[in-house]
């Protein structure tokens, strides 16, 4: 027995000791440890060496790096960890980036409590495997108490291959196009960080997002502000987005759908109707649209159903509106067009945080599930009533944190899930200048749970929070006067019909004041952000609404002015300005071509309704078009 117990002991020795060896040498790179200073171009450290007035690093290790290099870089090229420690260093390269991690097991910066540090690259690179001021092949990680400025004048301030985490320190970065790019994951777990981007994202991520702490001050002159071509999730932190896209968005336009015509894939476009592989389209006899026999689609003798609940109410009273629809006074959207797998790659989740997004397009956009569990987040959204403050492809739900949203009317999207605490959509009957101040207070106490004054124009108001509660009544006021009353109701509570008169300040169209031309789809009515008109006989009105009212997948090409519209096999192409559409890729001729009005893109309805495979009845005493 002891024998057994003296060899059980030796080979626990043995392991433990084997486990010891590979921890050791794991750690060994930290013993080499040199410093540059690149006042005098000179190292010390095994590995570092100066070659052509670069920096060159060869084997692990840990560098102090001071001084300043007017040309040039510092290369690293290692199978080990290196780390290099910014003590008041100062990079520019006219041809490249500043410091170029090719290669290393792990890319680790410090930056020194109390020291300022400064990267710049040129506009051109002579190698152009690498595209940020601060480049790395592998995982890089960033931490330190100090000042770093970053200016990415190729592409990207910060770029990294795979991922690159971000503990703290104060990270200053304009950039070109991306502020700071991961194409895996992208993680802030805190520090401040203020960057700007010209062309691209101040943040993108290509497979995961995820902000757990930290100060954030993000601006994108051109496009969104932070994108994930996957995940996006906020625990924490303290974010303010400006962009003049999507203020915070996944996936792309190129995310997968349920269309089974298609194997299950959105069409791609871009810009060019699709080919059918050698076969010809439908063929269109004096330009007339497909036959169907002479009798439309059938529907059982019923027109669809919206979950058991009527179209919503278009005289000025609150109207129930199931959730996962759009608000401004127009019935919600079909249901979600991607699959499950899909939603989950492409979500949004906030659990935590106080964010601020000030964006042109979308303020959440998100290409799968929207989901709000926590935090507050505050939008001021788009002025543009083809966008709105919140969206998602999937499903929307909001379980808890504090929302106030506000935007132009028309494209706001409802949740689909609210049930811990309800939900007010808020349609004002006209739009209110920037700076306008509206708020909802109790009727009977007069306590006010919320007040706002956005900073851009907005005709919707979207509130959510623990404060308001079901079954208790609140009025809406704005600047100081009560144009609205509603009881909450558990879930999603819709309030006032929007006249969408977008810049026409607070003396516009009231409630229940009807439009010249009103339209209807299947029994619903549709409201539309600019009021449909009338083209050499023909009515043309919003495409987005209209075609969502139909059921159809919708496709925008802003670089060649063309919407798409995809149902059941077909796919129908028009351009503004252009009287000759597409149907299947055959040339058919309009009556009236596209135009825009007011930033909203109007197309034919009857052209657009019958290619789809419905009748289109024109009562000329109403003015009502009914599509069947």
């Known amino acids: 027995m002891k024998k057994l117990i003296s060899l059980l002991l030796c080979v626990i020795m043995s392991v433990g000791c084997t486990a010891c060896s590979a921890a050791n040498a794991d750690e060994a790179w930290k013993n080499n440890t040199g410093k540059i200073d690149l006042d005098k171009m000179s190292v010390s450290g095994s590995g570092a060496s100066v070659t052509d007035g670069n920096i060159i690093i060869t084997k692990g290790g840990d560098f102090e790096v001071s001084g300043t290099l007017s040309d040039g870089m510092i290369y690293v090229n290692s199978e080990e960890k290196v780390k290099l420690r910014l003590s008041g260093a100062s990079i520019t390269n006219s041809d490249g980036p500043a410091i170029y991690f090719d290669n290393a097991e792990k890319a680790l910066i410090t930056i020194t409590e109390g020291t300022e540090n400064y990267l710049t690259d040129g506009k051109t690179y002579s190698d152009e495997n690498a595209d940020g001021a601060l480049f790395s092949n592998d995982d890089l990680e960033i931490k330190g108490d100090g000042t770093l400025t970053i200016s990415g004048n190729y592409k990207h301030g910060i770029a990294g291959d795979d991922d690159v985490a971000i503990e703290n320190g104060n990270i200053n970065i304009t950039s070109y196009e991306h502020g700071i790019k991961a194409n895996d994951k992208l993680w802030v777990s805190g520090g401040e960080i203020t960057a700007k981007a010209e062309t691209g994202k101040p943040m993108k991520a290509g497979a995961e997002l995820v902000v757990d702490a930290g100060t954030l001050d993000l601006t994108s002159t051109q496009s969104e502000g932070m994108e994930s071509k996957g995940t996006l999730t906020i625990n924490g932190g303290d974010i303010s987005v400006t962009a003049a896209d999507d203020g915070i968005n996944t996936g792309n336009e190129n995310t997968a759908t349920t269309d089974a015509a298609n194997g299950g894939q959105r069409p791609q476009f871009d810009g060019q109707p699709p080919q059918f592989d050698g076969q010809q389209p439908p063929q269109m006899a004096d330009g007339q649209p497909p036959q169907f026999d002479g009798q439309p689609p059938q529907f059982d003798g019923q027109p669809p159903q919206f979950d058991g609940q009527q179209p919503p109410n278009m005289d000025g009273t609150m109207a129930s509106f199931e959730p996962g629809q759009r608000h401004g006074g127009m019935p919600g959207p079909p249901p979600p067009m991607i699959d499950e797998e899909t939603a989950a790659a492409h979500a949004i989740t906030i659990n935590g945080g106080k964010i601020y997004v000030n964006a042109g397009g979308d303020g959440i956009d998100s290409n799968g599930n929207l989901t709000i569990n926590g935090g507050e987040l505050t939008v001021d959204g788009p002025t543009n009533a083809g966008n709105g403050a919140l969206d998602s492809e999937g499903t929307f739900a909001v379980n808890g944190g504090t929302i106030i949203a506000a935007s132009a009317a028309g494209m706001n999207q409802n949740p689909s899930a609210c049930e811990n605490q309800p939900y ?154 252009s009287t000759t559409a597409t149907v299947n890729g055959q040339a058919v001729e309009m009556l009236a071509a596209p135009e825009l009005v007011s930033d909203s893109t109007l197309i034919p309805v009857r052209f657009i309704s019958e290619n789809l495979g419905m009748t289109v009845d024109w009562d000329e005493q109403t003015k009502q078009i009914n599509i069947h």
């Not at 059941?568 to 028009?574: A, Q, R, S």
């Open 424 to 577: 007010a959509a808020i349609n004002l009957s006209a739009s209110q200048t920037a700076g306008t101040e509206v708020s909802i207070r109790e009727t009977a106490s007069g306590n006010e749970i919320m007040k706002y004054a956005p900073s851009k124009a907005y005709q919707t108001i979207t509130y959510s929070s623990e404060k308001l509660k079901a079954g208790t009544e609140y009025a809406v006021y704005v600047e100081g006067e009560q144009t609205e009353t509603f009881t909450a109701q558990s879930g999603v509570n819709q309030i006032g019909t929007a006249s969408f008169g977008m810049f026409g300040g607070r003396g516009g169209m009231r409630h229940g004041q009807n439009q010249e031309i009103t339209v209807f789809v299947n029994g619903g009515r549709i409201n539309f952000p600019v009021a449909p008109v009338t083209r050499n006989d023909t009515t043309l009105v919003g495409f987005r609404a209209i075609l969502e009212a139909l059921g159809a997948n919708v496709t925008w090409d802003d670089a060649t002015q063309t919407a798409i519209a995809e149902k059941d096999g077909t796919i129908i192409t028009m351009t503004i300005g």
